[in-house]
């Protein structure tokens, strides 16, 4: 069973900086796990963030961006908003066609 | 504009069979590749299932294969889940989800989600 790992929940306050990360359980995470991020708000459909590592889609706000740092996926928020409190969702590709979610960060701007 | 509306969803008996739709409009179905994903009640999402444009290859996650079959009918711009052998650990809320052109790995446009309940 392939375990990817984030950070259960995080705090930031309005306008600061915050950093997700997301692990997997069979070593460094590359740029061939292709990691996604999705966000879902309470009540709410997931929404599409980032794929392929660092892309964004159209709707993505400038304030997101995606990278590998220290042999994870990461998702960085700067200028974090209220309006960015959800929880998110990293997912990596393993070959095979098998694509793995984390368990999610809750993130919660106070 | 896309739209994704997944139905199908209801109460059934552990064991019992249930087929999800997903009714696709606003880009060209026959084109894309697409998936299932879930969500158990208060827990996070799960890959369930994926199949490319033309129908010729499918991917099941290991929890619900040889019970699901994920299929779609391009004529009608539609896709499908067939579960059977339903249990407890299904409950959740399927959500019906586009992926690219050439590649499944990415998931841009997600459905509102049909919620099935497996319970005696």
């Known amino acids: 069973q392939t375990v990817v790992t984030q950070e259960p929940s995080l705090t930031v306050s309005p306008g600061g900086t915050v950093t997700l990360t997301c692990a997997s359980g069979?070593?460094?995470?590359?740029?061939?796990?292709?990691p996604n991020w999705i966000q879902q708000k309470p009540g709410q459909a997931p929404r599409a963030l980032i794929y392929?590592?660092?892309k964004k889609h159209s709707w993505t706000p400038d304030r997101f961006s995606g990278s590998l740092l220290g042999g994870k996926a990461a998702l960085t928020l700067s200028g974090v908003q209220p309006e960015d409190e959800a929880e998110y969702y990293c997912?990596?590709?393993?070959?095979?066609?098998?694509?793995?979610f984390g368990g999610g960060t809750k993130l919660t701007v106070l | 504009e896309v739209q994704l509306v997944e139905s199908g969803g209801g109460l059934v008996q552990p064991g019992g069979s249930l087929r999800l739709s997903c009714a696709a409009s606003?880009?060209?179905?026959?084109?894309?590749?697409m998936h299932w994903v879930r969500q158990a009640p208060g827990k996070g999402l799960v890959w369930v299932s994926h199949?490319?444009?033309?129908?010729?290859?499918?991917t099941y996650a290991d929890s619900v294969t040889g019970r699901f079959t994920i299929s779609r009918d391009n004529a009608k711009n539609t896709l499908y889940l067939q579960m059977n052998s339903l249990r407890g650990e299904d409950t959740a809320v399927y959500y019906c989800?586009?992926?690219?052109?050439?590649?499944?790995?990415?998931?841009?446009?997600w459905g509102q989600g049909t919620l099935v309940t497996v319970s005696s």
């Open positions: 989800v586009r992926g690219g052109p050439d590649t499944p790995l990415v998931f841009p446009y």
């Open positions: 392929s590592t660092t």
């Open positions: 199949i490319n444009s033309d129908g010729s290859s499918t």
């Open positions: 606003g880009f060209t179905f026959s084109s894309y590749w």
């Open positions: 997912l990596l590709y393993y070959g095979g066609a098998r694509l793995v």
């Open positions: 069979t070593g460094a995470v590359t740029s061939g796990y292709y």
